[in-house]
C-alpha cells in the first residue's frame, strides 16, 4: 500500500508523513526510493532478453541522489541541457548511456556534450546537423548521432505536452529524415546509429505510439535498403500514469506493444521519466489560513504553484489526501490556493474534506514535473526534497533553499 491511514496518520510508503512534516518543516517534497526501483525494474523485466536501453527522462525529476539510485540499477539518461549533462556527470563516469535531446541546443552545449563522449545526440533540424559537424569537426571528434523524426501523430493528450504533429516544433519531418541521413552517413564526423521519435507526454493509450514507432521502423527498413544501417530505434518516453480516472497501460504492456513493432535486430531505447518517478513523490504543505469569501471558500496553503507548477500551466488534477484522517464533508467544497498573488496559484478545486489552520496535507503523484519545474516567483525560496530510503529511513536530499540562497547571485553584483 502506497498510502494508507495507520489510526489517524497517512503514511506513504510506510513512513508518517507528519513525522517527516516535523522534521524537515513544510512545504517538502517527499520520495520513495521503493517506488521508483520498483517502476524501474518493471521497464527492465518488461524487456527481458531483449536488447534494449533505458534512458530515464531527467526533466522529470533531476535530483542527483534519484539519479544516483537509478543509474546504480543500470539506466541510461535522456538529457536536453548542458545543466542535464552536468547534473548526470556527477554520478556517472561514463556518458556513453547518454542520449541527448531537445529541439534547440546551443554551440557550447554541443560542445561539451561531443567532448564528454555522450552516447548519442538527437538531431532535431538541419540547421542543428550543420552546427554540430562543424564542432565534431573542428574538435576532430567522431560522434554518433539519430535523427528525431517527426512522424506527425497525435498522441491525444494535453496541448502544451503534445510533441509529435506537424504543428509542434519537434523533430524532423519524417518525409524529410533520408536526406538528413544522407549528409550524416557522407560526412567524416557524423556517424548514424538510430532514429529518435517522442510524440508527447502523459499519453494513456499506446495506439499513437505504435502508429509513430511502426513509422520510424518502415524509414530504417527504408535506409538500410539505401545502405545506411542502423542499429537503435528510440521510441522516446510518454507513458501516463493515473492521476485521477485515466488508465494508461501497465508498463508491461507499453513496452510489450513497443517490442511487438519493432524488429529484434535492432536495440530499442526508451527515455520514460513520468512513468518512473511520478508516482513516488507527494508534496506536504500546511494550511496557513481558511476562508470563506461568501462565494467560495479556500484553504490557503504554504505551498503555491511556484512549488508545484501542473495545477496552474496544464489544469492538472493532483488528489490531495489530509495527513490526520478526516471524514468527507458533502456540501464543502473549498479550492487549496497558495499565497501568491495571482488568481491562477492554486493547487486543487473542490476539496471535501474538513480543514483547518494548521493541518497538513498531502498533495499526490507530484515525483514527476514537481520539484523541477519549481521556481523563486515571489521570492519564495524552493522546498526540500526528503527520500524515504529501502531501510524506511527518511533522508534529506535537497536541502531547503534559503532566502539567503536566493538572493546571492543578485547581492555579489550590487553596486554604490
Ligand atoms: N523524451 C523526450 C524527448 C521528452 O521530451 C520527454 C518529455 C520525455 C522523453 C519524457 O517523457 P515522460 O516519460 O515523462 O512522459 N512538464 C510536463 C511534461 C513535459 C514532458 C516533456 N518531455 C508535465 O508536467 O506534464
Redesign the pocket.
Given at each position: 500500500m502506497t498510502f494508507e491511514y495507520k489510526g489517524e496518520n497517512l503514511y506513504f510508503d510506510g513512513f508518517n508523513l507528519s513525522k517527516i512534516a516535523d522534521d524537515f518543516g513544510t512545504p517538502c517534497y517527499v520520495y520513495s526510493r521503493n517506488l521508483i526501483e520498483s517502476n524501474f525494474k518493471e521497464y527492465q523485466a518488461a524487456f527481458g532478453e531483449r536488447e534494449h536501453l533505458i534512458c530515464y527522462?531527467v526533466?522529470?525529476n533531476s535530483n542527483l541522489s534519484i539519479l544516483k539510485n537509478l543509474k546504480a540499477l543500470g539506466a541510461g539518461f535522456?538529457i536536453?541541457s548542458d545543466g542535464e549533462l552536468e547534473r548526470v556527470k556527477c554520478v556517472e563516469n561514463s556518458c556513453a548511456n547518454i542520449v541527448y535531446?531537445g529541439v534547440g541546443k546551443t554551440e557550447a552545449e554541443i560542445e561539451n556534450a561531443i567532448k564528454s563522449g555522450v552516447g548519442c545526440i538527437n538531431l532535431e533540424s538541419l540547421d542543428e546537423l550543420k552546427m554540430i559537424l562543424a564542432i565534431a569537426k573542428q574538435l576532430g571528434i567522431v560522434l554518433p548521432v539519430s535523427v528525431?523524426v517527426n512522424p506527425n501523430v497525435n498522441p491525444n493528450t494535453?496541448p502544451?505536452?503534445s510533441?509529435g504533429l506537424k504543428e509542434n516544433k519537434f523533430g524532423v519531418p519524417i518525409e524529410d529524415a533520408r536526406e538528413l541521413y544522407e549528409l550524416v552517413s557522407n560526412s567524416e564526423w557524423l556517424v548514424p546509429i538510430g532514429i529518435a521519435c517522442?510524440i508527447g507526454?502523459?499519453?494513456t493509450d499506446s495506439n499513437p505510439v505504435i502508429e509513430a514507432v511502426r513509422e520510424v521502423v518502415h524509414l530504417a527498413e527504408e535506409l538500410k535498403r539505401i545502405g545506411i544501417p542502423l542499429k537503435d530505434i528510440d521510441v522516446?518516453?510518454?507513458?501516463?500514469i493515473k492521476y485521477d480516472n485515466e488508465g494508461p497501460p501497465s508498463i508491461r504492456q507499453w513496452v510489450s506493444d513497443i517490442k511487438s513493432c519493432v524488429p529484434s535486430s535492432f536495440r530499442i531505447k526508451i527515455?520514460?521519466?513520468?512513468?518512473i518517478v511520478g508516482s513516488a513523490g507527494v508534496l506536504l504543505t500546511k494550511i496557513i489560513a481558511y476562508k470563506d469569501n461568501g462565494k467560495r471558500k479556500f484553504a490557503i496553503s504554504d505551498a503555491a504553484m511556484n512549488d508545484l507548477l501542473?495545477p496552474a500551466?496544464?489544469n492538472?488534477y493532483h488528489q490531495v489526501l489530509p495527513c490526520i484522517k478526516q471524514e468527507k464533508r458533502r456540501g464543502l467544497s473549498f479550492d487549496l490556493v497558495g499565497p501568491i498573488c495571482e488568481t491562477g496559484d492554486w493547487l486543487a478545486k473542490r476539496q471535501n474534506f474538513s480543514v483547518s489552520q494548521g493541518d497538513l496535507l498531502a498533495i499526490k503523484d507530484v515525483g514527476?514535473?514537481g520539484f523541477c519545474?519549481a521556481s523563486n516567483y515571489n521570492s519564495r525560496p524552493r522546498p526540500p526534497e526528503v527520500l524515504i530510503e529501502k531501510d524506511g529511513t527518511a533522508r534529506l536530499i535537497r536541502t531547503r533553499e534559503s532566502v539567503a540562497d536566493m538572493l546571492v547571485m543578485e547581492t555579489k553584483c550590487l553596486k554604490g
Open positions: 527522462a526533466k522529470a535522456d536536453v535531446s528525431r494535453h502544451y505536452i510533441t517522442h507526454s502523459q499519453l522516446g518516453g510518454g507513458l501516463g527515455e520514460p521519466g513520468r512513468s501542473r500551466l496544464y492538472a514527476a514535473y519545474m
